[in-house]
């Protein structure tokens, strides 16, 4: 059973910078597909950035030039690095990894981390 933990959520001050982590655990699993989503109340999740295996990388508009993802294999762990971070970032954020096995996609959801930027 493939499992994801976040961490690295918090409390900053606009302008602040947090690198959240999301380490994936129980299994050998090598994702293909890491990404970052994030949800504010009453809003539905959206996507955030997302970094394949072979490297390419796609990101939100509005979190380009100020986010960055990145994954470490032999650590079964992936990283955003937000960077210039808006009140508008505030929200859940959630690591996803993906599996293809064939034309089959398999999804994987971590607990979520609360990032909060004040103004």
């Known amino acids: 059973q493939v499992q994801l933990v976040e961490s690295g959520g918090g409390l900053v001050q606009a302008g602040g910078s947090l690198r959240l982590s999301c380490v994936a655990s129980?299994?050998?699993?090598?994702?293909?597909?890491m990404g970052w989503y994030r949800q504010c109340p009453g809003k539905p999740r959206e996507f955030v950035a997302s970094?394949?295996?072979?490297?390419?990388?796609n990101y939100a508009d509005s979190v380009k030039g100020r986010f960055t993802i990145s994954r470490d294999n032999a650590k079964n762990t992936a990283y955003l690095e937000m960077n210039s971070l808006k009140p508008d970032d505030t929200a859940v954020y959630y690591c996803?990894?993906?599996?293809?096995?064939?034309?089959?996609?398999?999804?994987?959801w971590g607990q979520g981390t609360q990032v909060t930027v004040s103004s």
């Open positions: 996803k990894g993906q599996i293809v096995r064939g034309l089959i996609w398999y999804d994987y």
């Open positions: 970094l394949a295996s072979g490297g390419s990388t």
């Open positions: 129980g299994s050998m699993f090598s994702f293909d597909v």
